[in-house]
């Protein structure tokens, strides 16, 4: 890249953007993780990805890791053509957002079978996190964010201003309104909040990515 993202850029504040639940097919009578593996090493299982290097690649390559088997990735260009393709049986899971994926949810075709992080989704109350069905490590636990960032060499009391009113902002009735539409549990996060979590969290998300063996483009 022609910047460096971390001396070019500090970071104001960070907005999860919520949880990315594994949903897949209502044809494979899967309820859990533990049904889709035993259904996956039975039968051939393709998954979707909305992009190359995205968190639904990386967490099928891990599945595929940690159970040895043998999911086929298919990447997409964003979730809409993805959802169509898991409604008409194309494919048989996918990882994506929320929002995207009500259209197979309300239908009943998409099952929600487990959510990312560490406690469960406020709109999916009945689906169990990867954790809560012994499926660990670092990559189920990642909180996936959109971050507002802002030139290194802007004055320290702008950025501190901007952090407040993303603070502020989020406390108030028409952004809560939108975070529920799209099942984003939390609103942005203070700046200290939010730079621990990209120290914290930031070299997982490299290690995997790298663990994924692409070729830059």
């Not at 079978?113 to 670092?138: C, S, W, Y």
């Not at 700046?191 to 120290?199: D, G, K, P, T």
């Amino acid at each position: 890249m022609a910047y460096d993202p971390d001396k070019d850029f500090t970071i104001v504040a960070m907005t999860p953007s919520g949880h990315l639940p594994l949903v897949v097919h209502s044809a494979t009578n899967a309820k859990t993780i533990e049904e889709f593996v035993a259904y996956a090493r039975g039968n051939k299982v393709t998954a979707g990805s909305y992009g190359i290097g995205s968190f639904a690649h990386i967490a099928i390559a891990e599945l595929n890791r940690q159970f040895g088997l043998d999911i086929s990735i298919v990447h997409y260009r964003g979730e809409a053509p993805m959802w169509q393709d898991l409604a008409a049986g194309v494919i048989q899971a996918a990882v994506g957002s929320y929002q995207a994926a009500l259209p197979v949810l309300d239908t009943g075709i998409g099952r929600p079978i487990a959510v990312p992080t560490p406690v469960r989704m406020k709109k999916l109350p009945e689906t169990k996190t990867f954790a809560e069905q012994g499926v660990t490590g670092n990559v189920f636990q990642l909180i996936s964010f959109t971050a507002l960032v802002a030139p290194a060499a802007m004055p320290a009391d702008r950025i501190d201003m901007l952090a407040k009113l993303m603070v502020e902002g989020g406390k108030t009735e028409r952004v809560q309104k939108l975070l529920d539409a799209f099942g984003v549990d939390q609103p942005a996060m203070d700046r200290a909040s939010s730079i621990a979590l990209y120290e914290k969290e930031g070299p997982i998300w490299l290690e995997s990515i790298k663990t994924l063996g692409l070729e830059p483009q």
